[in-house]
């Protein structure tokens, strides 16, 4: 298992990267919403190493998102300095296809980018066809969260249910309430996963308190993930409810979820995801942002490219978890400091396999 100095000195490499998404973005976290835009911040415009060519295509929602994109990026930025590559981003566009996005591999891996990296299960179809067309079947391809079956895939997925379970019980133990929430985007297997393992935390502290829990869409990625009004609204509703604290697997969307914190106002706590979200919060969110849980796409990233220039590409499934260092939940801004031990120690008992976390509510 990676160290907590180790751990933490990634997650502050990450999070300069990600404040420096977030001042390049069009409007701020408090305002509702953020767009990625390009500017002498973006390390492909100027990464000329001869390492590996790594082509980036993100999802929904796009680098600026301060979450799972972000990840993304702060891995590949790891990549161009530590491994000297070079690279180049796509971005998704609202309503795309399966056929879209095949596109957009098929141009990176035309441009001589390899590997390939897809940010997001959607890409899992859209690899499978492009991976396996006789022009590409040199080109290695990842998929962040993916189910991709091309010989030359690799699904990188990562623990979230374990990641969740520990910001539950940190949930669990600051509630003054006895009554917190949870605030999916889409309701599939991959955010439920989320809810499961918060759920699981908060009930192995105290099975008496109350979870309510929010989806923003059933099935479209728009509203699910990059609706931040949505989710200001939504999590409004679960303050108004009783509910004290609320945990969000919403992509964009959650950046609402924020600022219903900050406007409750005190006692009222947000719990963030994937990256460190204390950290590109606006001045009047971060006293509300109890911790997040750290889906460490950055170090997916990082590694897979890592192995393939070491000369052993990753394929099939590829998981990262509480052990590997793939999963964790952060500590800036000091309100969790009185429980860390506890949540370490139900930490250990997963790593120990003692724990079992679901995946399914």
């Known amino acids: 298992m990676r160290s907590r100095s180790r751990l933490a000195s990634g997650i502050a490499a990450a999070a300069l990267l990600l404040a420096a998404c977030a001042s390049n973005t069009s409007t701020s976290s408090g305002s509702g919403g953020s767009s990625a835009s390009t500017s002498s911040q973006d390390v492909c415009a100027s990464a000329?190493?001869?390492?590996?060519?790594?082509?980036?295509?993100?999802?929904?929602?796009?680098?600026?998102?301060?979450?799972?994109?972000?990840?993304?990026?702060?891995?590949?930025?790891?990549?161009?300095?530590?491994?000297?590559?070079?690279?180049?981003?796509?971005?998704?566009?609202?309503?795309?296809?399966?056929?879209?996005?095949?596109?957009?591999?098929?141009?990176?891996?035309?441009?001589?980018?390899?590997?390939?990296?897809a940010v997001g299960f959607i890409y899992s179809p859209a690899v499978d066809v492009v991976a396996k067309e006789s022009a590409y079947k040199d080109i290695n391809f990842a998929v962040v969260d993916g189910f991709a079956s091309a010989p030359n895939a690799a699904n990188l997925t990562f623990a979230a249910n374990q990641g969740s379970f520990l910001v539950g019980v940190a949930?669990?133990?600051?509630?003054?309430?006895?009554?917190?929430?949870?605030?999916?985007?889409?309701?599939?297997?991959?955010?439920?996963?989320?809810?499961?393992?918060?759920?699981?935390?908060?009930?192995?502290?105290?099975?008496?308190?109350?979870?309510?829990?929010?989806?923003?869409?059933?099935?479209?990625?728009?509203?699910?993930?990059?609706?931040?009004?949505?989710?200001?609204?939504?999590?409004?509703?679960?303050?108004?409810?009783?509910?004290?604290?609320?945990?969000?697997?919403?992509g964009k969307s959650g950046l609402g979820l924020f600022q219903a914190a900050a406007a409750a106002g005190d006692g009222h706590w947000a719990i963030g995801v994937?990256?460190?979200?204390?950290?590109?919060?606006?001045?009047?969110?971060?006293?509300?942002?109890?911790?997040?849980?750290l889906k460490r796409v950055d170090v997916g990233v990082y590694d897979y490219v890592k192995a393939f220039a070491d000369g052993q590409p990753q394929t099939g499934t590829v998981t990262f978890d509480l052990k590997s260092g793939g999963v964790d939940y952060a500590t800036s801004g000091g309100f969790i400091d009185d429980i860390t031990s506890k949540i370490d120690a139900y930490k250990q008992k997963i790593i120990d396999g003692q724990i079992k976390v679901p995946t399914k509510p």
């Open 48 to 117: 000329s190493g001869d390492g590996p060519k790594i082509g980036l295509a993100y999802d929904v929602g796009g680098r600026g998102d301060q979450s799972f994109n972000d990840s993304a990026y702060a891995g590949l930025t790891k990549v161009v300095q530590d491994l000297h590559g070079s690279c180049k981003e796509s971005e998704a566009q609202t309503g795309e296809s399966d056929a879209d996005r095949e596109e957009r591999l098929r141009t990176l891996a035309d441009a001589g980018y390899n590997p390939i990296v």
């Open 171 to 250: 949930a669990a133990l600051k509630t003054k309430a006895n009554h917190v929430g949870f605030l999916g985007g889409v309701n599939g297997p991959l955010i439920q996963a989320f809810q499961a393992g918060y759920v699981a935390g908060v009930k192995a502290v105290d099975p008496s308190i109350k979870v309510d829990v929010v989806y923003l869409s059933q099935d479209d990625n728009q509203q699910g993930f990059e609706n931040p009004s949505g989710g200001k609204t939504a999590a409004t509703g679960m303050y108004d409810n009783g509910a004290d604290i609320i945990y969000h697997a919403a």
């Open 274 to 293: 994937d990256s460190d979200q204390y950290l590109t919060a606006s001045p009047d969110e971060k006293p509300h942002i109890l911790t997040s849980m």
